[in-house]
């Protein structure tokens, strides 16, 4: 029984429907016109999108078992101590940096505008960093290991990417005055959103969202993220406002003649549990192994993946801008070959 019970509260904990279930037994429906309130009532919502998402590939026939089992695998075992530390890791950066807080920021629209503005720039630094350090990317790489693409792959991330994320987004926030109020509200928009643009194409065909892409990133934004083609790879790094990655020339529209391959570039068995969570530690360790010197074994630690102490780099911006150079004339930051891609959004 005890088995049942404890099945019982994960999965309550998995749709996130305490809250909801108890405002429905004690009938007091005021909370709702709270923020807490709010979040209560939102929260299921990723959830039960990906079980709706799941019930539709049933429904076109088109349901793969390993799409979902190593997210599932990764979810199991996050729960289990992913999530402490990064509480921890926010409570630290809080209590250790608020005095040096460099604006006094307030509780009013305006300054949320600014405190999103800010957060967003801090997702940006995680996340290029995710991307451009080795290290780093050792945490970040099981995210995008998956290659298919549904709301599953947002419960895919190495127990360690929350708490390393979120000492640097948080760090960013609280010191640039922004008060633990507002990021809190500001991090539960960012895990939503976060979560929705990985929506899949069973759920949502197209996911451009027409004018509204030119501000919000979009699914579409997200999967070209998630791709492993030349010119889709390390673009798109913001999660709900495209303004940094069009400051920092990061932002690359999905061409309706490119379909995306979602992956990693290396040969990955991604049905494999270990080689999707460990792989990446595995190789980032046999390579600082074979490298000659203190100083080539510490650069191979914070070069981007792709690096090599020979000089025979293969590093993403370079497989980007050779296939850019190939393919010259063509139209590539803006509008897809053959008509405005927003007209079919
Ligand atoms: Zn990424
Ligand atoms: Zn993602």
Same mark, same amino acid.
């Given at each position: 029984m005890e088995i049942l019970e404890t099945l019982r509260d994960e999965i309550v904990g998995f749709f996130s429907i305490n809250g909801l279930v108890e405002i429905i037994r004690s009938g007091d429906y005021h909370s709702?016109?709270?923020?807490?309130?709010?979040? =209560?009532?939102?929260?299921?919502? #990723?959830?039960?999108? /990906? #079980?709706i998402e799941i019930l539709l590939a049933f429904a076109h026939k088109n349901f793969n078992r390993a799409e979902y089992k190593i997210p599932f695998f990764i979810y199991i075992f996050n729960r289990i101590i992913g999530k402490f530390i990064s509480f921890g890791v926010i409570a630290f950066c809080i209590g250790l940096l608020s005095p040096y807080a460099l604006l006094p920021v307030s509780l009013t629209w305006y300054w949320f505008i600014y405190g999103y503005i800010v957060w967003e720039f801090a997702h940006f630094i995680y996340h290029f960093l995710a991307h451009k350090v080795r290290l780093f990317w050792c945490l970040h790489s099981s995210h995008h290991a998956p290659e298919q693409m549904n709301l599953s792959v947002t419960y895919a991330h190495f127990f360690l990417e929350g708490p390393y994320a979120d000492f640097i987004r948080t760090s960013i926030c609280i010191l640039a005055g922004v008060p633990p109020v507002m990021?809190?509200?500001i991090m539960f928009i960012d895990g939503t959103w976060g979560g929705f643009i990985h929506v899949g194409e069973n759920f949502m065909k197209n996911a451009r969202f027409g004018f509204l892409g030119k501000f919000i990133l979009t699914p579409s934004h997200h999967r070209v993220h998630h791709a492993r083609n030349p010119l889709y790879m390390d673009t798109n790094f913001c999660n709900l406002l495209n303004i940094?990655? *069009?400051?920092?020339? =990061?932002? %690359?529209? +999905? %061409?309706?003649?490119? =379909?995306? %391959?979602?992956? !990693? =570039? *290396?040969?990955?068995?991604?049905?494999?549990f270990f080689d999707v969570y460990?792989? +990446?530690?595995?190789?980032?360790?046999?390579? /600082?192994? *074979?490298?000659?010197? !203190?100083?080539?074994?510490?650069?191979?630690? !914070?070069?981007?993946?792709?690096?090599?102490?020979?000089?025979?780099?293969?590093?993403?911006?370079?497989?980007?801008?050779?296939?850019?150079?190939?393919?010259?004339?063509?139209?590539?930051?803006?509008?897809?070959?053959?008509?405005? %891609? *927003?007209?079919?959004a």
């Open positions: 709702l016109r709270t923020w807490s309130g709010i979040q =209560t009532v939102l929260s299921p919502l #990723i959830p039960f999108i /990906v #079980i990021l809190f509200a940094w990655d *069009r400051v920092f020339k =990061t932002y %690359q529209p +999905e %061409q309706n003649d490119i =379909t995306i %391959q979602y992956g !990693i =570039t *290396r040969s990955i068995n991604a049905g494999n460990f792989g +990446e530690f595995y190789y980032l360790a046999k390579d /600082v192994a *074979r490298a000659p010197g !203190i100083k080539n074994k510490f650069l191979y630690l !914070i070069m981007p993946p792709g690096w090599s102490h020979t000089g025979n780099h293969m590093l993403a911006k370079d497989i980007r801008r050779q296939y850019m150079n190939t393919h010259a004339g063509k139209s590539l930051m803006d509008s897809p070959p053959g008509g405005d %891609q *927003r007209k079919s």
